[in-house]
C-alpha cells in the first residue's frame, strides 16, 4: 500500500511539472484512489444488480411466508378467542336468565304475600265498616224510638195543657160568675 502512495505522489508531482496544479488536481481527482481493483465493471454491478434481486425476492418470499403463517396464526387464536367469548357469554346469559327467574318467582311470591295481607285488611275493614253500619242502624232505631217517645209525650203534655186551661178557663167563668 505504501508503494502504491508513492507511486501516486510521483506521478501527481510529474503532472503538476507539466500541466501545472489546476490540471494535475483535475486529471488526479478522476483516478481511482486506491488502484482499478477496486472499480467496478458494467458486468460487476449488473452480477451485484442480480445478486440483490434474487435476495430481495428471497426475502419477499420468506417474509410472505412469514407474513401468512402469522395471518394463520392470528386466524386461529381470533377463532379460539371467539369461541371462548361465545362460550362466555353464553355462560353469562344464561346465568342471567336463571337469575331473573329467580327474581321473578320472588317478586311473584311477595306480591302473592302483599295481595293476601291486603285482601286480609281489606276484609278486616269491611268488617269494622259493617260493625259501624250496624251500630248506626241501632242507633237510628233509637233515635226513631226517642222520636216516637218525645212525641208521644209532647202530645200527652199538649192534651194536659189544654186540659188544664179548659179547667182554668171554666174555674175563671165559675168564679165570674160568682161574682
Known amino acids: 500500500m505504501l508503494n502504491e502512495e508513492a507511486a501516486r505522489h510521483g506521478l501527481y508531482n510529474r503532472l ?17 484512489p486506491t488502484g482499478w481493483g477496486d472499480v467496478a465493471r458494467t458486468r460487476d454491478v449488473e452480477a451485484a444488480r442480480l445478486a440483490t ?21 392470528l386466524r386461529t387464536e381470533m377463532h379460539v378467542l371467539g369461541t371462548e367469548l361465545r362460550g362466555e ?3 353469562l346469559r344464561d346465568g342471567l336468565r336463571s337469575e331473573m327467574s329467580e327474581l321473578r ?7 302473592g304475600e302483599l295481595r293476601e295481607e291486603l ?26 224510638g226517642l222520636r216516637v217517645d218525645i212525641a208521644n209525650q209532647l202530645r200527652q203534655q199538649t192534651f194536659a195543657m189544654l186540659g188544664a186551661m179548659v179547667t182554668l178557663s171554666a174555674v175563671t167563668a165559675a168564679a165570674a160568675t160568682l161574682i
Open 119 to 144: 285482601r286480609g285488611e281489606m276484609g278486616e275493614l269491611r268488617g269494622e265498616f259493617n260493625g259501624l253500619r250496624g251500630e248506626f242502624h241501632g242507633l237510628r232505631g233509637e233515635f226513631d
Open 53 to 73: 434481486t434474487r435476495d430481495l425476492d428471497l426475502f419477499r418470499a420468506e417474509l410472505h411466508a412469514d407474513m401468512a403463517g402469522l395471518s394463520q396464526e
Open 89 to 91: 357469554m353464553v355462560e
Open 16 to 32: 503538476t511539472e507539466v500541466l501545472g496544479t489546476d490540471h494535475s488536481d483535475t486529471l488526479m481527482k478522476h483516478l481511482p
Open 105 to 111: 318467582e320472588e317478586l311473584r311470591g311477595e306480591m
